[in-house]
């Protein structure tokens, strides 16, 4: 009999499942790792929070991890991560290590940026593959419906419950995000974000100045 996995891989995919299938490849040719693709059709909507949240009900690994589609992960490092959780039991989950798939010095001040953000508010973003333990995801009731930052609610509900792991190991985004809208605005967008958000202001507000932003 089939052993059932260890790791489910929660993808959300804007109607292009077949991208993300091809681009999880190497996870899914590993027998402790399954890749559930969240396709927004399937789901009824397109929103990334009811998208994970029903790639989570169909999960079968006792650690979930949330893969957004742009993000890669080395199956190996997967399993690192999931050994050590399973030496922590105060951990709950946690984030990997934010890093973009170019070498240029731009890259490298965003990584770092990313890293001062990570260790002044202790709240990481969804691109760097969040992770969770499924029971403690069941029991915070799964992300919450947002139309944006569900990826630093979902962590906010995650610290109720315990200790987060940010490990070492690198999730790997790609950079074409930033190349398209400018490294500077991009980041000082991601920072005002978390900063407005911390001053109080509503998510509503947010996705709006978000939108004006990077229309």
Request: glycine fraction near 8%; aromatic fraction near 10%; charged fraction near 25%.
């Amino acid at each position: 009999m089939k052993k059932p996995p260890k790791i489910s891989v929660i993808v959300p995919s804007l109607n292009d499942g077949f991208h993300a299938r091809r681009h999880t490849a190497p996870l899914s040719k590993d027998p402790s790792i399954e890749v559930v693709i969240a396709e927004a059709r399937e789901v009824g909507r397109a929103n990334r929070a009811a998208q994970m949240n029903w790639g989570a009900a169909r999960a079968r690994g006792d650690l979930l991890v949330f893969l957004h589609a742009d993000t890669k992960i080395a199956p190996v490092d997967l399993k690192t991560v999931h050994r050590r959780l399973q030496e922590q039991a105060d951990c709950v989950g946690g984030a990997f290590r934010f890093a973009l798939d170019a070498s240029h010095a731009k890259a490298k001040w965003v990584e770092f940026g990313v890293l001062l953000r990570e260790l002044a508010f202790g709240l990481p973003y969804g691109d760097q593959a969040i992770f969770v333990r499924r029971e403690i995801f069941r029991e915070i009731g799964g992300y919450p419906e947002a139309p944006l930052m569900e990826d630093v609610l979902l962590i906010e509900k995650m610290k109720s419950k315990g200790r987060l792991y940010l490990a070492p190991e690198k999730a790997f985004t790609s950079a074409r995000r930033w190349e398209r809208h400018g490294y500077v605005k991009t980041t000082l967008a991601n920072w005002g974000t978390m900063l407005l958000w911390k001053a109080g202001f509503s998510l509503k507000t947010l996705q709006g100045l978000r939108e004006r932003v990077f229309s």
